[in-house]
């Protein structure tokens, strides 16, 4: 051993650095074991300095921040207006290819609801306005045959699903607009799908294809474990309040 | 051993090691190869956190595999470092505290010499055993967000996900603390505060 500069025998040393390693790791587990509860009562702290923050700093600080962008190839599609098109076929009576324009003739429906994602982030009060599955369902006509919907994005790797049950008893849009305007490239514009009641990943982004099928196939997430029917607060086994 | 008339001391750190180099090679690789693990995990974190890096770089899947291979890899490092007598050495040095570290690190004027130092500052001492308490944390719940060993519930996964990421930021933090003192009161270097630091065990 060294000799140490002053009267400082091992007696009077403590294994203080075993005592931090395992209070790091006690606290992580109660972090754990606590949840949501804990993670609430923070960001009620913290989310009033996130407001008034004009610097973005408090962005990088954990913790609820609004809109978080999520994308799973390497470039997200670059779509304007001009040359959307979303396809709209399988089971269906008149297999059709919808223009911007299209949708805009159709019916508008307009929706304030709070979007919440299944990693915790929820967005209050955003303002959607769009085409109701239901009415554009009605344009091309629906075989009795079909039960279920494939919906593709046009990044090429998403999809999501939906049973026509669902499309009929829930508020379902084929979005084009979000708190007033053209919906961005990177919130999934210019036209990305709604499904109000369930969690983030069922409302796919860069909307490209409509499938009427006979079975619903599981998206994307939902291969990696996620609930094929994600209705906020009642699955994932999170108890986030329902958007209704 | 030739020496300069202005040194007395060897400058090239590939001669024999030299008692007043303050750590083994072992000692160094171990450091190098942790700190290449713990950047590349901050770095693929911060592609994945930052909204403008997220959407810039994309790919989430290949970003998320890089993260979670040098994430399992971390600790490795520090585990083959316990083949050297040095290591164990230096990890026992900075695992006990004296009542002088306590002082130390309540002291305003705590780099001015009035208190005794030896090998590590309490500082540093600190430093090593909240990034050690940290990797366990960040690979433990690491595990449950990827979703090995067992089918975590998606409200464990998300818990996993909030400690997890307010962990990384605190070593982060952590991390830019310590680079920052390395910078300013030198690093390796046997002229700064290493009372001690010329005999090895």
Redesign the interface.
């Known amino acids: 051993?060294?000799?140490?500069?002053?009267a400082?025998p091992d007696a009077?040393?403590?294994?203080?650095?075993?005592r931090?390693?395992?209070?790091?790791?006690g606290?992580?587990a109660i972090?754990?074991?606590?949840?949501?509860p804990l993670?609430s009562a923070i960001d009620a702290v913290l989310s009033p300095v996130r407001r008034v923050d004009p610097t973005g700093l408090a962005?990088?600080?954990?913790g609820e921040g609004g809109?978080?962008?999520?994308?799973?190839?390497?470039?997200?599609p670059d779509l304007t207006t001009a040359d959307y098109r979303l396809r709209v076929d399988g089971l269906v009576d008149r297999s059709t290819t919808l223009t911007w324009d299209d949708l805009s003739d159709l019916p508008q429906t307009r929706w304030t609801r709070d979007f919440q994602c299944?990693?915790?982030w929820r967005v209050d009060e955003v303002a959607w306005q769009g085409v109701r599955l239901n009415d554009l369902l009605d344009v091309v006509g629906v075989q009795s045959a079909a039960r279920a919907i494939t919906f593709h994005s046009h990044d090429g790797v998403y999809t999501e699903s939906l049973t026509l049950d669902q499309v009929d008893r829930d508020e379902v849009m084929v979005a084009t607009h979000l708190d007033g305007e053209i919906v961005t490239r990177?919130h999934g514009g210019p036209v990305r799908l709604l499904v109000v009641p369930m969690y983030g990943y069922k409302s796919l982004k860069w909307l490209s294809r409509i499938e009427l099928v006979d079975n619903v196939e599981p998206g994307y997430w939902e291969e990696r474990?996620?609930?094929v029917d994600a209705y906020v607060g009642s699955s994932?086994?999170?108890?986030d309040e329902p958007i209704t | 051993m030739t020496s300069t008339p202005m040194s007395d001391r060897p400058t090239d750190a590939t001669t024999n090691p030299s008692p007043e180099r303050r750590f083994s090679t072992a000692e160094i690789a171990v450091h190098a190869a942790f700190a290449v693990l713990i950047g590349i995990g901050i770095l693929t974190a911060a592609i994945m956190w930052i909204d403008t890096l997220a959407i810039a770089v994309g790919r989430r899947e290949t970003v998320r595999t890089i993260h979670l291979t040098v994430g399992l890899l971390a600790p490795l490092p520090l585990a083959l470092g316990l083949l050297s007598a040095r290591f164990r050495a230096d990890a026992v040095r900075l695992e006990r505290w004296s009542s002088s570290d306590v002082a130390w690190l309540r002291a305003r004027d705590r780099r001015s010499g009035r208190i005794p130092v030896t090998r590590f500052n309490a500082g540093q001492k600190l430093n090593a055993a909240l990034t050690v308490g940290a990797i366990v944390v960040l690979t433990g719940t690491g595990t449950v967000m990827a979703g090995w060993l067992w089918s975590w519930p998606t409200s464990t996964r998300t818990d996993a996900t909030w400690v997890h990421d307010w962990t990384a930021f605190a070593l982060t933090l952590a991390v830019v603390g310590h680079i920052a003192f390395a910078v300013r009161y030198g690093r390796g270097d046997a002229s700064t505060q290493n009372h001690g630091a010329t005999s090895t065990s």
Do not use: F, H
């Open positions: 051993m060294e000799t140490l500069p002053t400082s009077e040393e403590r294994p203080y650095g075993r931090i390693v395992l209070s790091v790791i606290l992580g972090g754990v074991a606590l949840g949501a993670q962005e990088l600080v954990p809109w978080r962008y999520y994308s799973v190839t390497a470039r997200q299944v990693t915790g990177d474990g996620y609930d994932n086994g999170r108890n």
